[in-house]
DNA sequence: ATGCCTGCAAAATATTTGCATGTAA
DNA sequence: TTACATGCAAATATTTTGCAGGCAT
């Protein structure tokens, strides 16, 4: 069950055995990838990644990992609920390690996903869903560009 | 100019020679597969397509035309402002007939966009446009699935 | 005639998968 | 030991592009 698990993402903040913890809770044993991974999406801030810059990222670092594993990895965790898909870019998946409701600006001449920094936004007037559906998110997308 | 071209989306509505003087306005030639395209997007009322839809489409009406020049066509369209492309699935590309400020459902189990049929939506507490930008567009996509 | 269009095939990109090998339990 | 993970390369899918020939003006 994801709930109980997103009930324990607090814990991704620190570094350490924690992850090892939060990994098998989500099913995931706890590799040297996938914690390498993680430490990097969870050891700093909240963030937003692309397969390509994680894998990047991991490199850099001196991490051995492949792309494919990136990729996987990355799918994983989203069913975990340890990351939430933010769907900007038709060209490009991004993954927001901040699992909690919340919008996004996407600065197009950049290709970069930003977390709106307020929870102020609302929304009135939303439709129902169509006869026999329910609403499973709400995504709101503020696509901004530089004043040229 | 794009803002000029806009203000005679209206007579995409209807079939005829009208199409002919539209794409002129925007700058393109009324070439075959461009009328044959165009006839299909604004033939009936408002629709949302992606490119192998479209293609798919046209072949079974019997228009000979090649997915690239399909691809290639609905881009041009875009960019004079005839369509407006709509980012809800990060495997395709969706392209929207109705250019006018609206919002959209996203069907989840059938990868399905529909335009939210209201225009009472309002987004309050939307938080300025970072430092230097402006806001290009907000984005509102709910996305619903069949009560399982 | 001239320049923009089209079709085809190939390229470019992003993502997934099959399979042999490696590793956690 | 046994099941699950990883890496690699190849497969898939979507979209773009180069180029030779075609069509609108």
Do not use: W
């Not at 989500?26 to 990644?49: I, M």
């Not at 699992?99 to 929304?123: A, Q």
């Amino acid at each position: 069950m994801t709930a109980h698990i997103g009930n324990h993402r607090q814990m991704l903040g620190s570094r350490g055995p924690c992850l090892t913890a939060v990994l098998r809770m989500a099913g995931l044993r706890p590799t040297r990838q996938r914690l390498a991974l993680a430490d990097l999406l969870y050891g700093g801030g909240h963030r937003h990644v692309s397969a390509e810059a994680l894998h990047a990222e991991a490199t850099t670092d001196g991490v051995t990992v492949s792309l494919a594993t990136v990729y996987n990895t990355l799918r994983q965790f989203k069913d975990a609920g340890l990351l939430r898909e933010v769907t900007v870019d038709a060209a490009r998946t991004y993954f927001d390690t901040n699992t909690s409701d919340h919008h996004h600006f996407f600065i197009e001449d950049e290709d970069r996903v930003v977390d709106i920094p307020t929870n102020d936004i609302e929304i009135s007037g939303l439709p129902d869903a169509p006869k026999g559906m329910k609403i499973t998110h709400v995504d709101v997308v503020v696509r901004v560009k530089s004043l040229s």
